[in-house]
């Protein structure tokens, strides 16, 4: 059975930093692209970031210079660092495992930049 299990999810005050983590069982993480993806109230969900198996990244220009991606395949596990935090990252983030036509979603972590 596959798990994708995301953490870290918090309230923060804008330019503060979080760290997500995606827990990744039941599957061959290293052949997997893995990705973080967001949704906001009222908003459709869109690409964060995303790291494939060979370790290149890309990013959402709204987070490029402040988020980074990087993967741990030893631990099966992907994390999102998230540093000068604004209002509008505020939304729900999951993580996404795909490889050819498969895709694997998380529940979701909610982070929440208020004051």
């Known amino acids: 059975q596959v798990q994708l299990v995301e953490s870290g999810g918090n309230l923060v005050q804008p330019g503060g930093s979080l760290r997500l983590s995606c827990a990744a069982s039941?599957?061959?993480?290293?052949?997997?692209?893995m990705a973080w993806y967001r949704q906001a109230p009222g908003k459709q969900r869109e690409l964060v970031a995303a790291v494939n198996s060979d370790g290149a990244t890309s990013y959402a220009d709204s987070v490029k210079g402040r988020f980074t991606i990087s993967r741990d395949n030893a631990r099966n596990t992907v994390y999102l660092q998230m540093n000068a935090l604004k209002s509008e990252d505020t939304a729900v983030y999951s993580c996404?495992?795909?490889?050819?036509?498969?895709?694997?979603w998380g529940q979701g972590t909610l982070v929440t930049v208020s004051t």
């Open positions: 996404n495992a795909k490889l050819v036509d498969t895709d694997h």
């Open positions: 039941g599957i061959f993480f290293p052949v997997y692209t």
